[in-house]
């Protein structure tokens, strides 16, 4: 369990479960031509199960070549939270509304982002996209236009 | 000479008639009994109740819950609303509906470019000892990982 201090929210959550949901290689036609430039489509999904003070953030990647004309491989983690203190930090509107916090949503996806990179590195490692690491990425590129999302 | 194992593509024309012969409708139809039944049953172990418990609960025969869990059971308003009352939960659950909210959604595309040598996996184990020589790691050769220059 882990207390997450900041000037706009005060969390308490702790990692339920790190789920693999899918895992993918497409060996190229030219296997041995190296692949210098890789590409990363990334897919953020976040969930709320508000009962049972789950967060679920799926982070789907697909790894392209340089043109983007190949898909080498995807892989789709799945980082489970539980939000102790779910209700002090994710108000519920009387129609059903979730209001999270921006600095909530960055913080886990920036977590689930370093997870999906150390569970890519472990799956993809020996294989021609050993050396396709995520890079990191600006917590900034996490923003929405709202906070608000309809039920 | 390289040899490749490609999956084995089973083209059956008995089959493609068979499958060309189930309508969408109908297959949404056995699609949704299937996951009817399988959410009953997950509810239900989640209960902690075995089949027989969950006959008592809902009044009926065992025999009768093994053919609702088999996915070919059309159920009735009524059933169901027995189901889920047993079960405590509303009839809505029993079709998948979750509480559960999608609140956030991004795409995001990044590129890198991968160093070749950058990241290398290696073993502790001292390969200049000449006790080694069918190790399989050794094919990492005088590669070291770059960690290791930093170490004290």
């Known amino acids: 369990m882990v207390k997450i201090k900041n000037k706009k929210f005060n969390a308490e959550m702790q990692i339920r479960a790190i789920e693999l949901l899918n895992g993918s290689l497409h060996l190229p036609a030219a296997p041995n031509t190296a692949i210098a430039t890789f590409n990363f489509n990334i897919g953020i999904e976040s969930k709320v199960d508000a009962p049972n003070k789950l967060v679920f953030v799926i982070v789907h990647v697909e790894i392209k070549n340089d043109d983007y004309s190949l898909v080498l491989g995807a892989l789709s983690v799945s980082c489970i939270f539980e939000i102790v203190n779910f209700d002090e930090v994710i108000k519920i509107e009387e129609n059903g509304t979730l209001i999270i916090q921006q600095p909530l949503i960055e913080t886990l996806n920036s977590i689930s982002i370093s997870t999906t990179r150390g569970v890519m590195f472990s799956t993809f490692k020996g294989t021609f996209l050993h050396g396709a690491v995520l890079p990191i990425i600006d917590p900034k590129q996490f923003q929405t236009g709202s906070h608000k999302v309809e039920k | ?152």
Not at chain 2, 42 to 51: F, H, S, T, Y
Not at chain 2, 92 to 107: C, H, S, T, W
């Open chain 2, 1 to 152: 000479m390289n040899k490749t194992t490609k999956a084995r593509k089973y083209n059956s024309s008995k089959l493609q008639e068979l499958l060309d012969e189930v309508t969408p409708l109908e297959m949404e139809q056995t699609k949704v009994k299937m996951q009817l039944a399988v959410r009953i049953e997950d509810c239900m172990k989640a209960k902690g109740w075995n089949k027989s418990q969950f006959a008592v609960k809902v009044g009926k025969h065992p025999s009768e819950i093994t053919k609702w869990f088999s996915g070919t059971q059309n159920f009735t308003t009524d059933v169901l609303t027995q189901i889920a009352s047993a079960l405590g939960i509303e009839i809505a659950a029993l079709y998948g509906k979750k509480d559960i909210q999608v609140i956030y959604r991004k795409e995001i595309v990044v590129k890198t470019v991968a160093p070749q040598t950058m990241f290398i996996i290696t073993t502790p184990v001292n390969q200049s000892s000449g006790n080694y020589d069918s190790f399989p790691w050794k094919s990492q050769g005088n590669k070291t990982a770059i960690t290791n220059y930093y170490s004290a």
